[in-house]
């Protein structure tokens, strides 16, 4: 199994971005998606989390402006975020939690897709 983060890059603050984060390998279901964003120095930290029953989570400093969704029949996740703000500027990870590969369950992450928000 493997996951795929892309959608990242360079915009202007109060700009937007999608970032979509799509699985592929060996898969029977995917029980939760997440995205987490990590600056170098920090620790990386939840953005963005959703469940098998479309229950969503959020970090306090999202305050409405990021949106998670994701898409069962494609194995795919993806954030929506907007008003994005120079602080915004991480490196941005998907995980997608508790992938039934048919011969166990575990955690898989992608490798990182780069958003930069400048002023």
């Known amino acids: 199994v493997q996951l795929q983060a892309f959608g990242g890059g360079s915009v202007q603050a109060g700009g937007s971005l999608r970032l979509s984060c799509a699985a592929s390998?060996?898969?029977?279901?995917?029980?939760?998606w997440g995205w987490y964003r990590q600056v170098p120095g920090n620790q990386r930290e939840l953005v963005a989390g959703?469940?098998?029953?479309?229950?969503?989570n959020y970090g306090d400093f999202v305050k409405g402006r990021f949106t998670i969704s994701r898409d069962d029949f494609r194995f795919a996740a993806y954030l929506e975020m907007s008003t994005l703000k120079p602080e915004d500027t991480a490196t941005y990870y998907c995980?997608?939690?508790?992938?039934?590969?048919?011969?166990?369950?575990?955690?898989?992450w992608g490798q990182g897709t780069l958003v930069t928000v400048s002023s």
């Open positions: 995980r997608a939690g508790r992938v039934n590969y048919g011969s166990g369950i575990r955690d898989y």
């Open positions: 390998g060996s898969i029977f279901s995917i029980m939760s």
């Open positions: 959703i469940d098998n029953g479309d229950s969503t």
